[in-house]
């Protein structure tokens, strides 16, 4: 589609009709987001479903009513949809973006963009070069308590940076990891926690805290589960104004105690048990420091905590959804741009890349030898023994 058809379409879009989207990959979560556009998001209109399981393709077709393709290069060659929303599995992201891209079609991806932050680099440039939008579906960042985060730190009540923490515990049984073959292989998933689980809160955490400069990770697989990729993950961070982090990622623990916490020298932010805590200090931190008279100070704290209201789990995939449309439609800002989006992906192969050489590792990450890492990996990496049947199931808290 030429640049001028694509500016009619979205004249057309205007005054009327929802902005046509073609939902690639429909196991799952693909389904999910079918359903969430038609109920939850007037300004996109589903197009199109795309699934390479002709029977999957074809019953989400008839169940919402659409044309169904197999392939992603059918559903472009018939020009029905001016974007698509990515859903397969996150090693085949790359080559459905770019072939979308290519086509001129804006695109909306699920987290993470891919496995290797070489692939997330892949997929932005070919964003530049179609001149398209590509967004991806971070929507944690759409919780109002993370609204508020993200608006304390963009005022500069933080400060300069002192210290980071990240706490991010979750469970999987092994009956999930059994209940598709390409789970927690290096092959099918390229990763564990850090890929697949965790990602949602390291996005808030990069997006809060920044990008580390080094990192020390380890990472390794507890005797709780049967799988070949990490369930556990650590790191120690370094940033480049001499700040310190903590990051641990797991998938063996009670989700309820998860944390976060940026502390500046302004203020601090705390998410702890679904609540955010922000402060302020009465002066910064240097200034107190380099005082003279006072052996014993200390800033004093204010609390400056905002009420944030609850939103369900299930409307936050909505909201986001409902962004990205009115980003092409009116030019509202886009909230999930996939510049920010591959911060958390640059992050997490870091720390994998650490733990594998059993030292230090530089950000940006060195995509060669992280790519060499992968490659060796999936080399040695088998399917999953299938136990029972396929269970295409997605999480009931978002849903």
């Not at 070489?118 to 919780?143: H, K, P, W, Y």
């Not at 991010?168 to 990763?191: H, I, K, M, S």
């Not at 080094?214 to 556990?232: A, F, K």
């Not at 993950?233 to 916490?261: D, P, Q």
């Amino acid at each position: 589609m030429s640049q001028d058809q694509q500016g009619q379409r979205m004249e057309t879009i205007r005054h009327g009709t929802g902005l046509r989207v073609a939902v690639i990959g429909v196991g799952a979560m693909g389904r999910a987001h079918c359903q969430t556009m038609r109920e939850q998001v007037g300004e996109m209109e589903l197009a199109a479903v795309v699934d390479a399981h002709a029977a999957t393709a074809d019953e989400t077709g008839r169940q919402f009513g659409v044309p169904a393709f197999t392939s992603a290069e059918a559903m472009l060659a018939a020009g029905v949809a001016d974007a698509s929303l990515i859903a397969t599995p996150h090693p085949l992201h790359l080559p459905v973006v770019e072939a979308c891209l290519e086509a001129g079609l804006h695109v909306l991806c699920e987290k993470p963009m891919a496995e290797t932050v070489s692939s997330a680099d892949r997929m932005l440039a070919a964003a530049r070069r179609a001149g398209r939008t590509l967004g991806i579906m971070f929507q944690r960042r759409f919780e109002p308590v993370f609204e508020a985060a993200l608006d304390f730190v963009a005022a500069g009540r933080l400060g300069e940076t002192v210290r980071t923490l990240l706490v991010l515990p979750d469970f999987r049984t092994q009956c999930y990891y059994d209940a598709n073959v390409w789970r927690a292989t290096w092959r099918g998933e390229g990763g564990g926690v850090l890929i697949n689980q965790a990602p949602h809160l390291i996005d808030l955490f990069t997006l809060l805290g920044g990008l580390p400069q080094s990192v020390i990770g380890h990472t390794t697989t507890s005797p709780l589960h049967d799988i070949e990729v990490e369930d556990q993950a650590e790191a120690l961070l370094r940033y480049a104004n001499g700040a310190v982090g903590y990051l641990y990622a797991s998938t063996i623990e009670s989700k309820h105690h998860e944390m976060l916490e940026i502390i500046g020298t302004r203020g601090s932010l705390t998410y702890r048990h679904g609540r955010l805590e922000c402060v302020v200090y009465d002066e910064d931190l240097r200034a107190s420091s380099a005082a003279d008279g006072d052996v014993w100070r200390r800033p004093a704290i204010h609390d400056v905590t905002p009420a944030c209201e609850a939103i369900p789990n299930n409307r936050l995939q909505g909201r986001l959804m409902t962004n990205f449309a009115r980003h092409l439609l009116f030019g509202e800002p886009l909230r999930c741009d996939a510049e920010s989006a591959r911060m958390p992906l640059e992050l997490a192969n870091a720390i994998t890349l650490s733990s594998h050489l059993n030292a230090p590792v530089q950000l940006p990450v060195d995509r060669a030898a992280y790519d060499a890492l992968l490659a060796a990996r999936r080399q040695t990496s088998r399917p999953r023994k299938q136990v029972g049947t396929v269970l295409r199931v997605p999480d009931p808290r978002l849903v």
